[in-house]
Nanobody, 119 residues
């Protein structure tokens, strides 16, 4: 299963960005799908994930400023980020895990998209 991410870029502090991610492959089901980020010199951090039961988990670093939505039919997730801060600068990675139609499980990562927030 491959993930294709889009969005990201340069934005001023206080601005907004939208990241999108689509999963492609012989997918039977996706258990969880969402975004993580890695800022320079920091450990990877949860941004937001959504499960097949529509439970959304937001990371403390972004809680209240982002909204994650998922299209279950299209196997996509969108991350709307508002009130961005310079400390949100990071490479954002899409992640999905689930099961393929051949019964194999997968845990896939996208290529990463850079978000830069200028002060």
């Amino acid at each position: 299963v491959q993930l294709q991410a889009s969005g990201g870029g340069l934005v001023q502090a206080g601005g907004s960005l939208r990241l999108s991610c689509a999963a492609f492959g012989d997918i039977e089901s996706i258990r969880s799908m969402g975004w993580y980020r890695r800022a320079p010199g920091k450990q990877p951090a949860l941004v937001a994930t959504v499960t097949s039961s529509e439970r959304i988990n937001y990371g403390d670093v972004v809680k209240g400023r982002v909204t994650l939505s998922r299209d279950y039919a299209k196997n996509t997730v969108d991350l709307q980020m508002n009130s961005l801060k310079p400390e949100d600068t990071a490479v954002y990675y899409c992640n999905a895990d689930g099961k393929e139609r051949n019964a194999r499980t997968f845990n896939s990562w996208g290529q990463g998209t850079l978000v830069t927030v200028s002060s």
